[in-house]
């Protein structure tokens, strides 16, 4: 059972915007602003998408965004495209005994 | 751009220590400014964040796991490295080094090798 909890599956049409939750406690998501996102394709190392709850790294497309609210953080992708079909992942700091926690993870399908 | 490259067997026998080294060319796990650490995915399911080390030798474990988990680094090759004792097929997974930022930012990751365990 992962520490974050994740729907296992969001889908959408091209172009539609879809949004994917996470939520976690007091101890992890909500209370620190260390929330990370992560794009899988199938047999893929995960890609870095997002970080500190809202920033983009650089050559990650506007259309992915991050918000938070109380223990529970959000990932929306905006503009769907069929390259954005994959796992997504959030993780958040959990304390200096626990650095990385993570969600049981996504399946976006872009229908 | 920074790459990390893992490597070690691909297959460990039950009760065994699993070891893995983390190389990091072109960078440097010497910085002050990162940790460096392994997440590993079991076939078909999610990520699992099993410890990170900094540039002073000062270790982080996956309380779950800890009881069974050594990290340690060798700046002189730039290189990190993993063992895992005691393993069971549970530990059959892909495993990830990766370079972790101060606030839960994992980026990059390494390629990912596959460890089973099995007889």
């Known amino acids: 059972q992962s520490a974050l909890t994740q729907p296992p599956s969001a889908s959408g049409s091209p172009g539609q915007s879809v949004t994917i939750s996470c939520t976690g406690t007091?101890?992890?998501?909500?209370?620190?602003?260390?929330v990370s996102w992560y794009q899988q394709h199938p047999g893929k190392a995960p890609k870095l998408m997002i970080y500190?709850?809202?920033k983009r790294p650089s050559g990650v497309p506007d259309r992915f965004s991050g918000s938070k609210s109380g223990n529970t953080a959000s990932l929306t992708v905006s503009g769907l495209q069929a390259e954005d079909e994959a796992d997504y992942y959030c993780?958040?700091?959990?304390?200096?005994?626990?650095?990385?926690?993570f969600g049981g993870g996504t399946k976006l399908t872009v229908l | 751009q920074l790459q990390l490259q893992e490597s070690g067997p691909g297959l460990v026998k039950p009760s065994e220590t699993l070891s893995l080294t983390c190389t990091v060319p072109?960078?440097?796990?010497?910085?002050?400014?990162?940790?460096w650490g392994w997440i590993r995915q079991s076939p078909g399911k999610g990520l699992e964040w099993i410890g990170s080390?900094?540039?002073?030798?000062?270790?982080y474990y996956n309380p779950s796991l800890k009881s069974r988990v050594t990290m340690s680094g060798d700046t002189s090759k730039n290189q990190f490295s993993l063992k895992l004792s005691s393993v069971t097929a549970a530990d059959t997974a892909v495993y990830y080094c990766?370079?972790?930022?101060?606030?839960?930012?994992?980026?990059?990751w390494g390629q990912g090798t596959l460890v089973t365990v099995s007889s």
């Open positions: 990766v370079r972790q930022g101060w606030t839960n930012r994992f980026d990059p």
């Open positions: 072109g960078g440097s796990i010497s910085s002050r400014s990162y940790y």
């Open positions: 080390i900094y540039y002073s030798g000062s270790t």
């Open positions: 007091s101890s992890d998501v909500g209370g620190y602003n260390y």
């Open positions: 500190e709850v809202t």
């Open positions: 993780s958040s700091y959990a304390g200096s005994n626990n650095l990385g926690v």
